[in-house]
């Protein structure tokens, strides 16, 4: 009763109206919040009378959607849920389930490949690449990990020094080089004063950039000390 596990398909009878489907989650979910079940269903403009066989695949993934909020479990796992929605149903789900978390904390397992799109709602990220656990911390944490130095190439490689470059890309005299590490404030004074532009990596590019092969390598041999370490320079 503490778990619910979502997936697309939205595990109900195919050949029940949705509503009915929905009364048995109710019977079997002791904190099933019968007017959430409904606000999603509406937010997301799903027939609650139509047989859920008869759906489009977005509007099956709306249900699946329901019931994962409407359950209110301590554990609630959506894998891939938002598949077959389009944008406008996708974001408006993200709202959703933020809007709910607000009012009812409890632990939401979000697995997705649409990194940039749900990356507002995360508080923890683990980031898996074949089966190895690459790095489990805090989004902000992660979020200011990198940092992404544009300007003469040069200039670009003296103020990178001895970071991990994570990504590097040149155009003519001109390198954007991601790296692995943050920048003091006199270093990133410095670098600004030599003509570059620093800007952060998103969670998705870091994402990116460390489950490529070479890197992900790196990541999983390294300690948490050596990575604290390199984030220091």
Wanted: a negative charge; proline letters at 3%; zero cysteines.
């Amino acid at each position: 009763m503490n778990v619910q596990l979502v997936r697309e398909a939205g595990d109900v009878w195919g050949d029940e109206r949705v509503s009915s489907s929905l009364s048995h989650y109710e019977l079997l979910r002791p904190a099933w919040d019968v007017d959430l079940a409904d606000h999603v269903l509406d937010a997301l403009e799903v027939d609650r009378r139509a047989k859920y066989d008869s759906l489009s695949r977005g509007k099956k993934s709306a249900v699946a959607a329901a019931v994962g909020l409407a359950s209110r479990a301590p554990l609630t796992i959506f894998d891939e849920v938002y598949l077959g929605m389009d944008a406008p149903s996708r974001y408006a789900f993200y709202d959703l389930l933020l809007a709910d978390y607000a009012e009812h904390p409890r632990t939401i397992i979000l697995s997705s490949h649409l990194i940039e799109e749900v990356e507002r709602l995360f508080e923890h990220v683990v980031v898996l690449d074949r089966g190895r656990t690459l790095l489990s911390e805090p989004a902000e944490d992660l979020r200011g990990r990198g940092t992404r130095l544009t300007g003469p190439a040069d200039v670009v490689a003296r103020h990178v020094g001895a970071r991990r470059v994570l990504a590097e890309q040149r155009l003519g005299r001109t390198a954007q080089v991601a790296v692995l590490g943050t920048f003091s404030v006199d270093e990133r004074s410095a670098a600004v004063g030599d003509g570059l532009e620093l800007t952060g990596v998103g969670i998705q590019d870091l994402f990116v950039h460390l489950t490529r092969p070479e890197q992900a390598a790196a990541v999983a041999a390294g300690s948490p000390a050596d990575a604290r370490q390199e984030e220091a320079r």
